[in-house]
């Protein structure tokens, strides 16, 4: 796959994970300032959700770069880093889930390279790789703490497609962490498309 370039940021670049993507991961910052949780709402869109405000904390989720190491070269699977002047500043990993939707299984960029399109030129690709498989959209995961990546989604065409106020409770049993899961459905837009 050729690099796809984003004309908005023209230093952005997007690639099929290298030998690299190792080094990358252990030398970048994921964390995120967490200070609200968000009742999140179906059909209602992310600034509306009512929102619990808390005393701000850093968030970073452990990544292992060996976690996703089968998906390189995969033919159901595949990882994609994003390059901002030729520095790696985030990655993408999307598998084709039993659903038969495209699952993107993680995505990140480095603290520093954020508001530079790099999520969105993410995202792009991963639907790219999901068009081009004939996929029928795609889905994810985030949660309610993580209210940038909520907007990003929503701005994107990702609808909530469930709300999970267990999933995280067996880690700890009190938290306020609720999983959200988005979707970008393909068929509605061809529907449209077409005028259905």
């Known amino acids: 796959?050729?690099?796809?370039?984003?004309?908005?940021?023209?230093?952005?670049?997007?690639r099929v994970a290298d030998e690299g993507f190792a080094a990358y991961v252990w030398g970048s910052d994921f964390s995120f300032e967490v200070s609200a949780y968000a009742q999140a709402q179906s059909e209602q869109a992310v600034a509306k959700w009512p929102l619990r405000h808390i005393t701000p904390y850093r968030k970073c989720y452990g990544i292992d770069p060996e976690e996703f190491s089968s998906y390189r070269d995969a033919a159901d699977s595949a990882v994609f880093m994003a390059y901002l002047d030729d520095e790696p500043v985030g990655h993408l990993v999307v598998s084709t889930n039993w659903n038969g939707y495209a699952h993107i299984d993680e995505l990140a960029v480095h603290a520093p390279a954020r508001r530079h399109g790099v999520a969105k030129a993410?995202?792009?690709?991963?639907?790219?790789w999901s068009r081009k498989k004939k996929l029928p959209g795609i889905m994810l995961e985030t949660q309610n703490?993580?209210?940038?990546?909520?907007?990003?989604?929503?701005?994107?065409?990702?609808?909530?497609g469930g709300i999970d106020h267990l999933r995280y409770r067996g880690i700890d049993p009190t938290t306020a962490e609720v999983a959200i899961f988005w979707y970008r459905l393909f068929n509605d837009e061809l529907a449209r498309e077409a005028g259905v």
């Open 1 to 14: 796959m050729q690099p796809m370039i984003n004309p908005k940021y023209p230093g952005l670049s997007v």
């Open 122 to 128: 993410l995202l792009d690709v991963a639907q790219f």
């Open 145 to 160: 703490n993580n209210l940038g990546a909520c907007r990003l989604y929503e701005r994107c065409g990702y609808v909530v």
